[in-house]
């Protein structure tokens, strides 16, 4: 019956192994992805520490390779250090994921302090050359987002390069993509997106910090299923005495 739950445990501990391996490229993806994404839209955030949760996530990914390697050939080898090693380790991967959900849910409730701070700031250095980083960010998300304008088209009318331009115009990348010859006239308010930016942008970023935050709780939960069956594989090792008779045994043999 002990051999039996030992193997069992065994069995699931490989399995374990390769699901880790598996959630490290995952993890890495949503970690780079977070970092792609922050890219695109960085321009309406002045706090840099809002990536801190995509860091550790990477960094919890490329540890589960090394996760992974340990927990095999300790399983493999029935190494009561490597087992309990690689139980440490997991504790520790463990530990970290719990503070990636945490700082998740915090700078998830930061972001649209963050937008509502600094969106306006973007738009009133808008110049409408591709050169220039700011008027790339907002001519991206509006034509990504399809919005236009702070809370609407509307807003362009307070900003300095409205005002500049003298031609009662919005950015092209207001138009929307079904109006062929759409030049951004005011005078054909139909033609634009009708959603402001702001709600959108808060809306994606926070869908962004959830994926980290649910990756994260997965294989957390992951990660417990892995140490209780190192521990189970130590303790009946340490405790049954056929178990190590039959470990003996296959070591001489």
């Excluded at 030992?6 to 780079?32: D, E, H, P, Q, R």
């Excluded at 790339?136 to 390069?161: E, K």
Aim: hydrophobic share 45%.
């Amino acid at each position: 019956m002990g051999q039996c739950g030992i193997t069992s445990s065994k069995t699931v501990l490989v399995f374990l192994n390769l699901i880790f391996w598996a959630a490290a490229g995952i993890l890495c993806y949503i970690g780079a992805y977070v970092f792609i994404t922050y890219d695109d839209y960085d321009h309406f955030f002045e706090d840099v520490y809002t990536l801190i949760p995509a860091v550790v996530i990477i960094a919890v990914g490329t540890l589960l390779f090394l996760i992974g390697l340990i927990g095999c050939c300790a399983t493999i080898r029935e190494s009561s250090c490597g087992l309990a090693t690689f139980a440490a380790i997991l504790l520790l991967v463990f530990v970290t994921e719990c503070v990636v959900v945490v700082l998740g849910y915090i700078y998830r409730a930061k972001v649209e302090d963050e937008v509502n701070h600094s969106i306006q700031k973007v738009y009133n250095e808008y110049n409408g050359t591709n050169t220039d980083a700011p008027s790339r960010a907002i001519d991206y998300v509006q034509r990504q987002l399809h919005c236009c304008g702070i809370h609407n088209y509307s807003d362009w009318r307070n900003t300095r390069w409205f005002k500049e331009s003298k031609n009662n115009s919005v950015p092209v990348s207001c138009c929307q993509p079904n109006i062929s010859n759409c030049t951004g006239t005011l005078t054909r308010p139909a033609d634009l997106y009708q959603e402001g930016c702001e709600a959108l942008v808060v809306k994606k970023l926070k869908e962004i910090m959830m994926y980290v935050i649910w990756a994260a709780l997965t294989f957390a939960s992951i990660q417990m299923l892995g140490m209780l069956c190192a521990c189970v594989v130590l303790c009946r090792r340490s405790h049954d005495p056929a178990y190590e008779l039959l470990v003996t045994t296959n070591s001489y043999a």
